[in-house]
C-alpha cells in the first residue's frame, strides 16, 4: 500500500518495527539457568550428606545410651554375699570353658535319630509305616520267654527315675485354656516285632470351623522329635464327632527307645481352597504308658500355642567339691523371627539369681540371621551346696538390634522351687539329686 507523502510525492512502503535486544542478554540468561541447576543440585547434596549425618548421630547415640543402661543395670544389680570360706567376698561367676562339656554329636542318638532308619538283625532298615499291617515273625523273634522278661521290665521302669530331655518338655497336666474336645485312641505294643500300635478310635464335641456350623477333621500323627515322618488320617466330612476307627503300626520301635518318644495326636479341620485349620492337639509321652496291658485314653484336646517362641538345649551340672555350677548353653531351634526378613540375630544372656536379687550376668556371642543358632557356650559359677537350692538361672534367648532395644524372644527360669514350668523345676532338681554329672535337656522358651 502507498501513503501519499505530505510534501506531494508517494511515500514509500510502511516497513516493520524490529526490537533489537542487546547482545549480551541471551549470554547472561543462558549463565543464569545453569546456576540455579547447580544451586539444587548442590543443595540437595548437602540435605542428603545431613540427613546421613543426623542418622549416624541417631545410631551413634542409642549405642551409647544401651551400652551405659547396661553398665548401670550391672552396678545396680551386684551384690555383696558372705562365703563360707572368706568373709565377705563377693560372688562371682566364672567363665570357664569355652568348648561344651558335652558334644552335641554325642546326644543325637537320645536327641535327634528318630528319623534315622533303625537296623534289624537281617539287615533291613525300618521306618514308620501306617496303616500296614506288619510282616509275620522272622527267624530271629523273639521268644515268650524274653517277652515276660521285657514285660516285668517295663512294670518296674517308672518315669520319676529317669530324666529325659524331649519327655519332660511336653509333660504338662494342667487343665486346657478352652473346651476343642476330645479325642479317643488305644495304644498296644507287640514285643515279638518291636511294633507300637496305635488305633485312633473317634472325637467328640470338636468345635465348628466351617460357616455350615460343622467341621472336617482329620488327625495328624508323629512320633516326637521326628517331624519329617507324619501320618494321617482320613477327612470326615461335615461332623463334629466324627469316628476314623484307623489303626497305624510304628514298626522297629524297640521299647526303650519308644520311651523316650512322645505321642502327638493334632487334630485339623480340612480346607480345600485356604490352609487346613488347628482345633487341637495333644501330648503324650510314652514312658507314661503302661505297654504291659492294653491302655484306651480319653484325652482333652487342647488349643495350640498361639505364641511359639523355640526351644533351647541347656545342660546343668553341680560339682559339690569345689562349689561349682556349670550351664551349657547348646543350641536352639524354631526361634520365633523378630527381623522383618523372617530371621532373627539371637544371643542368650544369663543371670545367676537369689531370690529375686541379680548377682552375675553373662552373655553368649550373636549369631546373624538364623532361627536355629547352635551356642555351644559354657558358664560357671561359684555356689556354695547350702544356697544350691536357693538360687535360680535366669536365661533368656534376645534379638539383636542395632537401632533401638534388643527384644526378648523367650525365657526360662531353671530352679528348683519356681521354675517357669515342670520341666525346669525338674532339671534342676535332677542336677542336685546327681551331683558330678551332667543332665541335658529340651526346654520350651516362654513369652515372658
Known amino acids: 500500500m502507498h501513503v501519499a507523502s505530505p510534501h506531494g510525492g508517494e511515500a514509500t512502503p510502511e516497513q516493520p518495527q524490529v526490537a533489537h535486544m542487546p547482545a549480551g542478554y541471551v549470554l547472561t540468561n543462558g549463565m543464569e539457568k545453569k546456576d540455579v541447576i547447580w544451586t ?80 534289624t538283625p537281617s539287615g533291613t532298615s525300618s521306618n514308620l509305616a501306617g496303616t500296614s499291617i506288619p510282616e509275620g515273625k522272622s527267624a530271629g523273634a523273639t521268644s515268650p520267654a524274653p517277652q515276660n522278661k521285657a514285660l516285668q521290665n517295663v512294670k518296674s521302669e517308672h518315669p ?18 478352652e473346651n476343642v474336645g476330645q479325642i479317643h485312641f488305644s495304644l498296644e505294643y ?100 503302661d505297654f504291659s496291658e492294653k491302655p484306651s485314653f480319653w484325652k482333652a484336646l487342647k488349643p495350640p500355642a498361639k505364641d511359639k517362641c523355640g526351644e533351647l538345649l541347656t545342660s546343668l551340672c553341680y560339682h559339690p567339691s569345689n562349689s561349682i555350677l556349670t550351664l551349657t548353653l547348646l543350641k536352639a531351634r524354631n526361634l520365633k523371627a523378630k527381623d522383618i526378613n523372617g530371621k532373627s540375630d539371637p544371643y542368650v544372656k544369663v543371670w545367676l539369681q537369689f531370690g529375686d536379687k541379680r548377682i552375675e550376668k553373662r552373655k553368649t556371642a550373636i549369631f ?24 535360680s538361672l535366669d536365661v533368656m534367648v534376645m534379638d539383636f538390634d542395632n537401632i533401638g532395644r534388643n527384644e526378648l524372644i523367650g525365657r526360662i527360669l531353671l530352679a528348683g522351687k519356681n521354675g517357669s514350668g515342670a520341666s525346669e523345676t525338674k532339671h534342676w532338681q535332677d ?6 554329672q551332667t543332665i541335658v535337656q529340651w526346654h520350651r522358651l516362654k513369652p515372658e
Open 368 to 391: 546373624k540371621c538364623t532361627l536355629n543358632p547352635v551356642f555351644n557356650d559354657t558358664f560357671s559359677f561359684n555356689v556354695p551346696w547350702e544356697k544350691i537350692r536357693e538360687c
Open 160 to 177: 520319676s527315675n529317669r530324666s529325659i530331655s524331649l519327655v519332660d518338655m511336653y509333660i504338662d497336666n494342667s487343665e486346657p485354656s
Open 431 to 436: 542336677m542336685i539329686t546327681k551331683p558330678r
Open 40 to 119: 539444587a543440585v548442590l543443595s540437595s547434596l548437602a540435605a542428603l550428606l545431613t540427613l546421613v549425618a543426623a542418622l549416624y548421630a541417631c545410631y551413634w547415640w542409642q549405642r551409647r545410651k544401651r551400652k551405659r543402661e547396661e553398665e548401670e543395670e550391672e552396678a545396680e544389680q551386684v551384690v555383696v554375699m558372705q562365703h563360707p570360706t572368706s568373709s565377705l567376698s563377693r560372688l562371682n561367676g566364672i567363665l570357664s570353658l569355652k568348648t561344651p562339656l558335652i558334644s552335641t554329636k554325642a546326644l543325637g542318638a537320645q536327641l535327634e535319630t528318630a528319623g534315622t532308619p533303625n537296623k
Open 190 to 289: 507287640d514285643f515279638q516285632n518291636t511294633t507300637l500300635i496305635l488305633r485312633i478310635i473317634q472325637g467328640k464335641e470338636l468345635p465348628a470351623k466351617d460357616l455350615s456350623g460343622t467341621s472336617d477333621p482329620y488327625v495328624r500323627v508323629t512320633l516326637l522329635p521326628d517331624k519329617k515322618h507324619r501320618l494321617e488320617t482320613k477327612i470326615k466330612r461335615r461332623t463334629l464327632n466324627p469316628r476314623w476307627n484307623e489303626t497305624f503300626y510304628f514298626e522297629g520301635f524297640p521299647i526303650q527307645k519308644l520311651q523316650s518318644r512322645v505321642l502327638h495326636l493334632h487334630v485339623f479341620d480340612y480346607d480345600r481352597f485356604s490352609r487346613d485349620d488347628s482345633i487341637g492337639e495333644v501330648f503324650l509321652p510314652l514312658c507314661q504308658v
